[in-house]
């Protein structure tokens, strides 16, 4: 039984994306390492500048939307999101301890702790580092566009180490395929909530 109890979904009122609202492309690399990019459609109303006060925040527990007070995770995806702490001062350089599971299922429970070399108005970089190499990265972009924030997610799994990765990569990649799989609706979901709540909270919070 895993230590953490998924919460009760928070009562929001909208409808989340689907995966068709994005573009998925999934490709190996030659050196055995398999990329997932999710391209996702224009998000209204959010702009860079208001991600990077956000995921500095991330962890707070004193902000108030629509009636609830809760860990600001939370909002970004009432249903899936459980638990966030960071580690070290917010900015490049700290660490984030992640805990959700995708589509409130226990099976796709995910409990990491994330390395952050890079965050900033372009995006932000994590990785999940094992043997001192990493064995998981995932880029977050950020672009302005006339239609709103443009968002695009890359993880790119395995590693490049040559040992490690003839013996690590094809089981990696293997048993990671559906909780995968389950990640990328979570992930068209958690993006397109955006702009559903992130607006509002940076003019409540974000302008002090």
């Given amino acids: 039984m895993p230590r953490w109890a998924i919460p009760e979904p928070l009562a929001t009122g909208y ?4 995966p068709s609202s994005a573009r998925i492309t999934v490709t190996r690399l030659p050196d055995g390492r398999r990329r997932r990019v999710i391209e996702h459609a224009p998000l209204p109303g959010v702009r860079p500048h208001m991600m990077v006060w ?12 629509r009636g609830h007070r809760c860990l ?10 459980i638990h966030f702490r960071i580690l070290g001062e917010p900015g ?5 301890h992640i805990v959700e599971a995708f589509q409130a299922n226990p099976r796709y429970l995910m409990d990491l702790v994330f390395d952050v070399p ?16 990493v064995v998981v990265g995932i880029r977050e972009d950020f672009r302005d566009s006339p239609q709103g924030m443009l968002y695009t997610v890359t993880v790119t799994e395995g590693t490049t180490a040559p040992l490690l990765g003839a013996l690590v990569n094809p089981l990696q990649l293997r048993f990671a395929e559906e909780k995968l799989d389950a990640w990328h ?12 709540f992130l607006p509002e909270l940076y003019d409540a919070y974000g302008r002090r």
Wanted: contains cysteine.
């Fill in 15 to 18: 409808a989340m994306r689907e």
């Fill in 54 to 65: 956000f995921l500095r925040s991330i962890d707070r527990t004193d902000l108030a939307w």
């Fill in 72 to 81: 600001a995770y939370r909002f970004w995806h009432p249903r899936d999101h």
């Fill in 92 to 96: 490049p350089g700290c660490r984030f």
């Fill in 118 to 133: 890079e965050l900033d108005e372009t995006g932000f970089r994590m990785e999940v580092r094992r043997m001192g190499t």
């Fill in 185 to 196: 609706r979570h992930n068209v979901e958690e993006v397109g909530n955006l702009p559903l």
